[in-house]
């Protein structure tokens, strides 16, 4: 269960589940009572004090069991709150509230098909829980179950129409499994729904699936919409950075990539994307300095080729020929440094090494439009 579930419509009714006297009963519910009110509070030890305390009346006591299974899982101890939970379930088989604790557990784990097992045994009890079928579905969308997934999302929004962690589920399996413009109905749901008090994640959401459409413009709005929320947040400025990357602007975006870098200076790949931006824009000088900041991190087979391409732009072809030969040594299933060091050779008036280079490729068996191409335009 999430801190959200911990509330009163999902705490075991204490009074259901104690024998004995009545004074101790009264004892257990009174514990039984404060353990839960100090779980709400986040007071997890004296929680659990109250739990063992439970524990001392009545052996294997349920209720007690779940609590302090709850106060370990709350704590991020998941295999202590399983040894708790599985403890349970040997005395009181079926239990609800110990199957529902212990499936989060292993979810947490990334255990996802043992927790679908679980929860689907909870199912077997209770097969219209919103909050279960909901977990079922985005399990099985971590294992790229997609048909389950989806089907369990769209059995959400029967029962409940609007329901947005089905909708977001719906959003995340479509965009997974690279189904953009399912993926953006699902999210501009969300936007709509929430139009003035839109989670930022939504709209990153969307935007990225402009990205992936290609409708970069389109993206553009929903990036700048997430930056006028948060001016630091990585995936609008990223978000941005790449549409105008995609719109062929590359002067805005190394405005975006040096606002990344100003907040994350060491990473490597927002290096070598600002080097791309500045060699497209000719400034060859500051693109090897980006290049190079980021194969002083590591070595960056991007980075590298970019400094690669600076050599052919610069008409240095025999050093570019060096480095990309170096390059497809490395990697030599990569078309894109045989395309690269083929038209290196076509630049020398050496056609017939272009045209071995992309033969050389072609042997590996893989097939590439690109390399087919070219080869066809020498041939």
Known sequence: MSDALLNEDFFPQPELMVDGS????????ELSKQGYQYLKENRILEAKDAFKKILALEDNNNYALVGLGDSERKQNHFREAIEYYNRCLSFHPGNNYALFGLADCHKALNQYSKAIEIWEQYLVHDDRNITVLTRVADAYRKIRDFKK???LYLKVLDMEENNAYALIGLGHLHYDFKEYKDALYYWTKMLDMNSKAVDIRVLTSIGNCHRKLKTFDKGVHYFERALSMDSNNFYALFGLADCYRGMNQQYRSVEYWNRILEIDPKNKVILTRAGDAYRNTGDYKTAAEYYNKAMDIDFDI????????ICKGE???DEAVDRLSALIRDDPKNYRLYIDLADCYVKMNQKSKAIETLQSFQRFGIRSQAITEMLEKLV
Do not use: C, D, F, V
């Open 22 to 29: 009545e004074k101790q009963s009264n004892e257990i519910s």
């Open 149 to 151: 997934s989806k089907l």
């Open 302 to 309: 991007y980075a590298a080729l970019g400094l690669a391409l």
């Open 315 to 317: 008409g240095k072809y």
